[in-house]
């Protein structure tokens, strides 16, 4: 079975230019959730989906957004990049009445 | 609030036996969780505990005491390859999936 799958692995961009982040969950998994970590804050949540539904959002701002699609593949934006977005962010799945989250691999985004 | 304590950094010896400690406060509760990260990979899972007590997998082991709101992850026979970051994540309670990370532990095994 394959696992969590994160594009790009690594992307440079400019601030004030935008980007958007692909998450592809492991087959089944309808749950898709979003985690920035930074060496100064850790891992931090940033939104879960469920069947295309926002469930829940941690305490980022409204340049950070998320969908997700009808086979759970999921994609996040952040848009007017600061310098302080570099970091990699991370997706996990899961299934709906299981615990545990996988995670992918990750994309390393850095801003110059 | 969301506030989870474990070291920054231990250090032990090949074939030893280490515990890391966690330390939360959190205003809803679904689970406590173990996640080990080796430096540029993803976060694995090691361990979920929702219930108090201790569970065994393998080398390693976790235990959760809800009421002093603490864990545990013991590992066993340590060695080289479990150099890594151990980090404790709290599970939010409803059916939305978040998890409340703490800032890691940082293990190196030593030969």
């Known amino acids: 079975k394959a696992g969590v799958t994160q594009t790009p692995r690594y992307l440079i961009k400019t601030r004030g230019q935008q980007v958007t982040l692909s998450c592809s969950p492991i087959?089944?998994?309808?749950?898709v959730s979003w985690y920035q970590q930074t060496p100064g804050q850790g891992l931090q949540f940033l939104f879960e989906y469920f069947s295309e539904t926002q469930r829940n959002k941690g305490n980022f701002p409204g340049r950070f957004s998320g969908r997700q699609f009808s086979n759970s593949r999921s994609e996040m934006n952040v848009s007017t990049l600061e310098l302080g977005d570099s970091a990699l962010y991370l997706c996990?799945?899961?299934?709906?009445?299981?615990?545990?989250?996988?995670f992918g691999q990750g994309t390393r985004l850095t801003v110059v | 609030g969301q506030n989870i304590d474990q070291p920054t950094e231990m250090t032990a010896t090949e074939g030893a036996i280490v515990q890391i400690n966690c330390t939360y406060q959190?205003?809803?509760?679904?689970?406590l969780f173990w996640y080990q990260q080796h430096a540029g990979e993803a976060p694995t899972f090691l361990s979920y505990?929702?219930?108090?007590g201790l569970e065994e997998k393998g080398r390693f082991s976790s235990f959760l005491s809800r009421s002093k709101g603490y864990s545990y992850l013991l590992l066993k026979e340590l060695q080289m390859k479990d150099s890594a970051s151990y980090l404790c994540?709290?599970?939010?309670?409803?059916?939305?999936?978040?998890?409340?990370f703490g800032s890691g532990t940082q293990l190196t095994v030593l030969p």
């Open positions: 994540a709290v599970g939010s309670s409803g059916s939305a999936r978040q998890l409340t």
């Open positions: 505990n929702v219930l108090d």
């Open positions: 959190t205003s809803g509760f679904n689970g």
């Open positions: 996990a799945s899961s299934l709906e009445r299981v615990t545990e989250a996988f």
């Open positions: 087959s089944g998994h309808r749950s």
